[in-house]
T-cell receptor, first 117, second 112 residues
Framework: ETGVTQSPTHLIKTRGQQVTLRCSSQSGHNTVSWYQQALGQGPQFIFQYYREEENGRGNFPPRFSGLQFPNYSSELNVNALELDDSALYLC????????????????FGEGSRLTVL | DQQVKQNSPSLSVQEGRISILNCDYTNSMFDYFLWYKKYPAEGPTFLISISSIKDKNEDGRFTVFLNKSAKHLSLHIVPSQPGDSAVYFCAASENSGYALNFGKGTSLLVTP
């Protein structure tokens, strides 16, 4: 069984640039969520994708956008990067709520650490 | 605003003793609560959960207690082992499996 994989693991960007982070879901999972974890904080929900559509979003501006592909892999795009976007970005896959596994059980990747200078 | 709070950034416990990690929440609409464990350079991993209709859930050495009136939950680890040393995150959701709200985490160190 393949776990959640994310790429790249580390990257450095400058303010104003754009970044794309990638995630491959765990085998059998068709729901993907993205979280932002700033230093010293817990993960914060960005959005969730199910069947290639966004079906929930946290308190993040529109410059944070995503995609889910037919193979359930996903991308997180951030435009016009700001210094405060520096964080660990975590992707998590899961079964749709109520369809399998423990409710709320997310399977996280190791994350992509983004530094904005 | 932080709806899930873990007020102890760190905890040190001797091997074999009980570890108690605490978590408070402010949103009365939360109906599902979870604990995740995170080792350095790894993503968080699910540990144990509890529904708001229960007040206790046990899984081996791990027990989660929920006090809805106090909006408080706790994770008990008995007996604690050095391999339990990690950061523990408390999380809650309004509808199971969707948009988890995490606390800032408590770093547990279990010493031999």
């Amino acid at each position: 069984e393949t776990g959640v994989t994310q790429s790249p693991t580390h990257l450095i960007k400058t303010r104003g640039q754009q970044v794309t982070l990638r995630c491959s879901s765990q085998s059998g999972h068709n729901t993907v969520s993205w979280y932002q974890q700033a230093l010293g904080q817990g993960p914060q929900f960005i959005f969730q994708y199910y069947r290639e559509e966004e079906n929930g979003r946290g308190n993040f501006p529109p410059r944070f956008s995503g995609l889910q592909f037919p193979n359930y892999s996903s991308e997180l795009n951030v435009n016009a990067l700001e210094l405060d976007d520096s964080a660990l970005y975590l992707c998590a896959s899961s079964f749709p709520p109520g369809t399998g596994g423990a409710a709320g059980e997310l399977f996280f990747g190791e994350g992509s650490r983004l530094t904005v200078l | 605003d932080q709806q899930v709070k873990q007020n102890s950034p760190s905890l040190s416990v001797q091997e074999g003793r009980i570890s108690i990690l605490n978590c408070d929440y402010t949103n009365s609409m939360f109906d599902y609560f979870l604990w995740y464990k995170k080792y350095p350079a790894e993503g968080p991993t699910f540990l144990i959960s509890i529904s708001s209709i229960k007040d206790k859930n046990e899984d081996g050495r791990f027990t989660v207690f929920l006090n809805k009136s106090a909006k408080h939950l706790s994770l008990h680890i008995v007996p604690s082992q050095p391999g339990d040393s990690a950061v523990y995150f408390c999380a809650a959701s309004e509808n199971s499996g969707y948009a988890l709200n995490f606390g800032k985490g408590t770093s547990l160190l279990v010493t031999p």
